[in-house]
């Protein structure tokens, strides 16, 4: 068995792009550096972004690059009852509620609470609390929508009684240069969603379920989600997970220093291969 397990998870929203490229190559190489292992996940619990036509592309794109993985793939999609465990490991130490604010009635909440923060890393950072049983139970006999919400502070305070202190071992840098033992601060996320309305689970549950399921040791994954990773860190400890190394590495952007993104459809390794460029070009391109 390999002491050195690492992925490339990408989100079968859209074509893959140099992007792409250069965050697949990077742990692929890691990996064939190490003799480890090379897993590739598709992370499609988004049903109404995630197309079979975008995962076919994602396939027949690396394996032009010249990639290979284990077989067989994961697909989130096929795992939800895995996610629904964990979430159900958090709702028994009482550590989730359910949250029946719509994004208006958030907005408003932190507009209105100069303590809270509009811009968190992934929105508004919103504290709140679970409603009182019986008002719970009349909303969800009318069939309200909910979304599951970690009480961030209270999860904090149950990990000091846990395993693991909070910190993470970055081998790469996150974008202000943050490297070896940074200390995880999922405060800044306020009560994160992790599970949404309409997808039963969260990226940040599905993502640290899989990598310890699969036995992930190194993480390598672009710099954009390095915030993710104080609650990641967070939800391991509490879900009783292995602490992977992680290796978050710089972001490729075009001409003008802006990030790609997958609306550009002229940096596509489709269009690319199109229009006569070869894996080697490709990976010269990207300093391999
Ligand atoms: N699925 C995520 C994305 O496509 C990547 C997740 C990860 O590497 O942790 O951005």
Request: contains cysteine; hydrophobic residues 35%; aromatic residues 8%.
């Amino acid at each position: 068995m390999t002491d050195f397990i690492t992925r490339f998870a990408p989100s079968p929203t859209g074509l893959l792009h140099l992007g792409h490229a250069f965050s697949a190559l990077t742990a692929y190489e890691a990996a064939r550096k190490k003799d480890g292992a090379f897993i590739l996940r598709i992370e499609d619990i988004d049903a109404g972004r995630c197309k079979p036509e975008f995962e076919q592309a994602i396939y027949d794109d690396l394996e032009w690059l010249g990639l290979s993985w284990l077989t067989p793939v994961r697909r989130q999609s096929d795992h939800f009852k895995d996610y629904e465990n964990a979430l159900a490991v958090l709702r028994n130490k009482g550590l989730v509620y359910r949250c029946f604010k719509t994004r208006k009635e958030v907005a408003e909440a932190i507009a209105s609470a100069p303590h809270l923060s509009p811009d968190g890393p992934e929105g508004p950072q919103y504290f709140g609390e679970p409603l009182t049983p019986n008002k719970e139970k009349e909303y969800l006999r009318k069939g309200q929508a909910f979304a599951w919400r970690l009480n961030i502070k209270k999860a904090i305070e149950a990990t000091r009684n846990l395993n693991g202190p909070l910190f993470f071992t970055e081998e790469g840098a996150g974008p202000k240069g943050e490297t070896g033992e940074v200390t995880a601060t999922p405060e800044v996320f306020g009560d994160a969603i992790i599970a949404r309305k309409d997808a039963r689970t969260s990226y940040h549950i599905a993502s640290v379920v899989d990598d310890a399921l699969q036995g992930v040791t190194h993480i390598i994954r672009g710099e954009d989600l390095f915030h993710a990773t104080h609650l990641h860190r967070l939800l391991q400890i509490l879900l009783d997970l292995p602490a992977p190394i992680y290796h978050h590495h710089r972001l490729i952007t075009d001409e003008n220093g802006a990030r790609l993104s997958k609306r550009d459809q002229s940096i596509t390794l489709r269009a690319l291969r199109e229009d006569g460029a070869t894996p080697q070009d490709i990976r010269k391109r990207l300093g391999f």
